[in-house]
């Protein structure tokens, strides 16, 4: 009877032990199979987040590309308007001082106030230009007048001064202390230092040593309006004895702007649509100089 209870109590404890056992492997199987599902689905997830990263850096990127064109090429319309109305405001200035002379100075035989070039600029002596040909057809035009210290800024030394600050030196035959004969002549063209077209100015100061006022001036254009005549001309309609009779030019900067990335077509001084030449944006500003010491002469 012992010996029998002791073998139910054994095989009872065996078959709990077996049991124990079998619960043991099922948690470790089960334990074993969530790791794995856990690793995966960690996965997962880090290939979905590396998708969305590149997505927002893409997007990032190109909203950057887009603001930083967008604001390159709205500073290169600030640049090219700039130098546009500058342009006209100083070259328009110097028109309407043409053919200047002071109250006090009386009877001074004035040369004529303009003498302009058709695609070229005005070379010489003052009082005797002829035009040399532009590489880039500019016009080109010389302006005269008396100046002094009232209408031009006088120098360190009290002396008058040109387009370009320089003392104009006072020969005193003609007009003694009462004023110095100026004239400033002004073109376009392109530098041989940066490969930019620029505005130049060549003064009675240095004749012969032009210097750049304005970059990005890449022509200029000029016509002339004679007393009586129904429309503007080119300066090579002119004749010698008619510069005198000028009243009024129309004047006209072509500028130009920074590279872009695809031709822009532009419209020219003479209202004409253009295909662009290269990627650089182009504009056309201009307006009419009424030529205020002839009126006052007439």
Known sequence: MTRRLYRARAERAERAERAERAERAQHAQHAQHGQHGQHGHTLVEFVIAMALGLVVTAGAVSLYTTQRSAFEHAGDAIRIREAGLTALTLVGQQLQMAGFVPADV???????????????????????????????????????????????????????????????????????????????????????????????????????????????????????????????????????????????????????????????????????????ADSRARQAFSRRVAIRNHAEAS
């Not at 240095?206 to 990005?216: C, N, T, Y």
């Open 106 to 276: 009386a009877r001074y035989n004035s040369p004529p106030p303009l003498f302009g070039c058709s695609g070229g600029r005005p070379t010489g002596a003052d009082d005797s230009l002829a035009c040399e040909t532009l590489p880039g057809h500019s016009d080109g035009v010389a302006v005269r007048y008396v100046g002094d210290n009232v209408s031009t800024w006088p120098s360190a030394s009290g002396q008058t001064t040109d387009c370009l600050g320089q003392a104009v030196a006072n020969s005193g035959t003609v007009l003694g202390d009462q004023g110095v004969p100026v004239v400033n002549r002004y073109f376009a063209r392109v530098s041989g230092s940066t490969g930019e077209p620029e505005l130049y100015c060549e003064g009675s100061g240095r004749v012969g040593f032009a210097q750049p006022l304005i970059e990005g001036v890449e022509r200029v254009r000029l016509k002339y309006w004679l007393a009586g005549a129904p429309s503007a001309v080119d300066a090579s309609a002119v004749t010698a004895d008619q510069w005198a009779s000028i009243v009024a030019v129309d004047l006209c900067v072509l500028v130009r702007g920074a590279p872009r990335s695809q031709r822009l077509p532009y419209v020219d001084c003479d209202g004409v649509s253009m295909p662009g």
